[in-house]
């Protein structure tokens, strides 16, 4: 009896030391996963990736009521599993939920100043995305793909903030200080030429 005992203690010390090893190398993965992984394209009002997710609640009040539907919860991946993201493009005011080149040119001419809708802010529980100045509001940094830009500067006659102009090269260029990460330029470019990128 004592030693069918012993060889079951042995053998719980070996199983456990097993899993604590297993249990320890994952942690340490999923740290190195966590921190080198590139920040999420987030609805507006996010200061810092990290208050952020530990506001966020995951309600999804965000999502119901973006109206152009461009904010989703993230299943994809363990950090800020299931916090928003912004897949597809925010809204500038209520006017421009479907954007065209003719409708915002034309918005433009209408208005002094572009600025979002907000109503994802105006739902938020927990203060997970805050009213922030609009120069202080930055979801997505824009990168112009030279190879596949043909010059129509289409992204140039939709930004509502005026954050797009023509480089020396003859190329268009974002201006970080204005451009807000809205996306419209993204949807609405002909020739996919404009991507965006975590800011």
């Known amino acids: ?3 069918t005992l012993g060889k079951f203690n042995a053998m719980n010390r070996r199983d456990f030391l097993v899993l604590g090893s297993s249990w320890g190398a994952s942690a340490i993965i999923l740290t190195l996963l966590g921190s080198s992984r590139a920040k999420a394209i987030r609805p507006p009002g996010v200061e810092s990736e990290e208050e952020f997710l530990s506001l966020c609640i995951r309600c999804g009040k965000c999502v119901d009521v973006c109206p152009t539907n461009g904010l989703r919860l993230d299943y994809s991946s363990l950090i800020g599993l ?21 409708k915002n040119m034309e918005f433009k001419k209408r208005r002094l100043e572009a600025e979002l809708c ?13 009213r922030l100045p609009l120069n202080k509001i930055k979801m997505a940094s824009i990168e112009i793909i030279h190879e596949k830009c043909v010059k129509c500067y289409t992204c140039i006659d939709v930004c509502p903030f005026d954050a797009i102009s023509i480089g020396r090269d003859g190329f268009p260029e974002a201006d970080s200080g204005k451009c807000v990460g809205c996306r419209q330029c993204e949807k609405l470019c002909p020739y996919n030429a404009m991507v965006a990128g975590p800011p």
């Open 82 to 102: 299931g916090a928003p993201v912004l897949e597809g493009f925010c809204a500038v005011y209520t006017e421009l939920i479907q954007p065209s080149r003719s």
């Open 1 to 3: 009896m004592s030693i």
């Open 118 to 130: 907000m109503k994802c802010i105006n739902v938020c529980p927990t203060r997970a995305l805050k």
